[in-house]
């Protein structure tokens, strides 16, 4: 018993010792790479805990070993640019100026659905408000709003106007059309029917549903609109 302690107290302090040694940011925002790092270093710390005849050592120099590795190529990516190419994953820009990236959004694996989601949590509600969406290698996503879409500071306002203006609530935006089909449910959240939709459509200059891959609209009816990919 008293053995399986110590190897549980060394195998802690170094697993930590290599993470900190990884750096800060790959507690919460690990790469593709550090969490395959991290999944065989819980692995080999794991392994002489669990079986009493492996000896410490052999879960110490492995570990040691992937962070050196680790190290090595971070160095490497940083100093010559074709390490930086062959491990380093490039931001996908899924709104670029204003209009979604159907090609990113592929190559991303990502629905429209989830990017809306994604959005939310990010405190837009309203695709049409964003003029950049990134998605970062570490897969969060960073969002800069239009500039009439940004909050105001402080400054902004003359001394004499420095109140709260009140305007209308948009609500959230709703996918009323998904990769060419009509949402039946979002449409009824917004007290519409499919001749609704074909109405606005039509009022708006839009085209048919087919040809569209996303359309949202929020209570204030403000549109949002990405075109599918043209048929060969």
Known sequence: MT?????????YFITLAAMRAMGKRQIGQMQTGELVI?????ELAAAPIIDSSIPIMFGI????????LEVI??????????????FDVKPSLLISKGKMSIDELQKARMTSDELLSRLRLCGVFNPADVYYAIL???????VLLRSSKLPPVFSDFPREARISIPSEEPGIA????EDGKPN???????SMDLNDL?????????????DIFLLTSDENSTLYFTQRKQRK
């Open 3 to 11: 053995t399986i302690l110590i190897r549980l107290v060394l195998s």
């Open 38 to 42: 991290a999944f065989f270093l819980s």
């Open 61 to 68: 120099l492995p570990a040691l070993a992937l962070i050196s």
């Open 73 to 86: 190529f971070s160095y490497l990516s940083v100093k010559i640019p074709l390490f930086k190419v062959l």
């Open 136 to 142: 970062e290698p570490n897969g969060e996503l960073s």
């Open 174 to 177: 709703h996918a009323i059309i």
């Open 184 to 190: 039946k449910k979002a449409l009824s959240e917004l």
């Open 198 to 210: 074909n109405k606005l459509l039509e009022e708006r200059g839009l085209p048919p549903p087919d």
